[in-house]
């Protein structure tokens, strides 16, 4: 066998007997692994007159980037808005038991809370790499408190804040730091802001529209000064209107700037969200579709009583509830669960339901050249799936980091 020496000691594996999802398509067609980036064989076999060191049959699944989640509270009994002793393991647990649903990144997600939970939580999450340890982080979601009291869900009103004078210091003192921030989620209607949006555009961190009630030309005005995202369309805005259809008018809007996409969160668990509310947001935007889980610490564990930062919720079936009341509060849905639901509530191809948990919410972060896809020189961060969409195995960085056990099946 050729020598593999001429570049990198590092193993090359071959993935074979596999559709890939590439270019939009899945291609019968074989992947390559080298030092945890895909790899393009014509380099190989032509530069570097390599070869494969191992090969692994695929037994003809389906292999799609990792699923990125960029909205989810905690799960499996932990609660990411909960300032705790243990709250790094507790990230450590969610972040691992979610490979088995696809996940191989993710940003945990904040709901409104005071300022001390902000101090306490924020300096102890960072950014980080998956693997064998669990999901990769992204950054952090915080969603609220700068959003509307009409519009606040399950958010805890006495937490909620307005922007004062000094509109981007109130947001700074409030969060104490925007080190490991990714996405902020606010209601542009509030005073003062358009300069928030322009301040933490400017940082790299990506703007979110929600928990809302802003016209349309509100709406507009917010994507013009740097808004890029909608937190889970349709749930804690105002609803659609032919006269003035609020947020959800961005998906068709013409005064986006050109060059500029707006995504668009859905929680697609059957219960946020009707499937012709689906249907409709789908074919009017299907570029801008991320599917997110909204997750919470009852993810994965029995019926009955659990917290959602501040909040007592209930949980029935797969309605989550704030205790006492009939407000919806976040999902239990676990990602590869809103996939299927998604692929078979819009009939869409296989292929777009993967993307839309894949490719959009990295190209939403700006992370498309390394996550979300299957393209050469990106991260291997990938799924084995069946035609079913069921998960049997996940890599992260090349390296298998969860299996189906197919033995107890």
């Known amino acids: 066998m050729p020598s593999n020496k001429s570049v990198s000691d590092a193993p090359i594996v ?7 999802l590439r270019d939009h398509q899945l291609q019968r067609e074989d992947l390559w692994v080298r030092e945890g980036k895909i790899l393009n064989p014509e380099k190989l076999f032509f530069d570097e007159k390599g070869s494969a060191d191992v090969q692994l049959d695929c037994k003809d699944s389906i292999i799609t980037p990792g699923f990125i989640d960029v ?11 909960l300032a705790t002793d243990d709250f790094k393991s507790g990230i450590d647990l969610v972040s691992q038991k979610i490979l088995s649903h696809g996940v191989t990144s993710f940003c945990p997600t904040l ?25 990769g982080i992204l950054g952090v979601h915080l969603e609220g408190p700068f959003i509307s009291k009409e519009k606040k869900g399950a958010h805890p009103e006495h937490c909620l804040r307005t922007f004062e004078a000094g509109a981007f210091q109130d947001l700074l003192a409030t969060y104490g ?35 809302s009630v802003a016209n349309l030309s509100q709406a507009e005005e917010a994507v013009q000064h740097g808004a890029t995202f909608i937190t889970h369309l349709f749930n804690a805005m105002l609803p659609f209107h ?45 570029k801008g579709l991320v599917l997110v889980t909204d997750a919470i610490a009852g993810m994965g564990l029995a019926p009955g009583r659990h917290t959602l930062g501040q909040q007592v919720v209930e949980i029935d079936g797969l309605n989550t509830y704030i205790a006492g009341t009939k407000t919806l509060s ?9 996939v299927r639901h998604f692929q078979e509530a819009t009939g869409c191809s296989v292929e777009t ?29 990938f799924l084995m799936l069946n035609d079913s969409l069921y998960v049997q195995a996940t890599y992260i960085a090349g390296e298998e980091v969860w299996r189906q056990d197919v033995s107890g099946m």
């Open 111 to 135: 709901v409104t809370s005071p300022p001390s939970v902000y101090h306490q939580v924020l300096p102890q999450i960072s950014v980080r790499n998956g693997g064998a340890h669990g999901a």
């Open 330 to 338: 976040g999902s239990v849905a676990t990602m590869d669960t809103c």
């Open 71 to 81: 909205q989810i509270n905690g799960g499996f009994g932990v609660d990411f808005s």
């Open 177 to 211: 730091s925007l080190d490991c921030v990714q996405i902020v989620t606010l209601a542009p209607e509030m005073r003062r802001s358009s300069e928030v949006i322009q301040e933490l555009t400017k940082r790299g961190i990506c703007v979110s529209l929600g928990h």
């Open 14 to 20: 071959q993935f074979t007997n596999c559709r890939i």
């Open 353 to 381: 339901a993967l993307e839309a948990a894949s490719l959009h919410p990295a190209q939403l972060l700006g992370i498309e050249h390394k996550k979300g896809t299957l393209n050469y020189d990106s991260d291997a961060d």
């Open 242 to 286: 032919h006269r003035d259809p609020g947020i959800v008018g961005l998906l068709t809007s013409d005064k986006i700037p050109p060059g500029r996409r707006v995504f668009y969160g859905m929680i697609s668990d059957g219960i946020h969200t009707n499937p012709a509310a689906l249907r409709i947001a789908h074919r009017a935007h299907p």
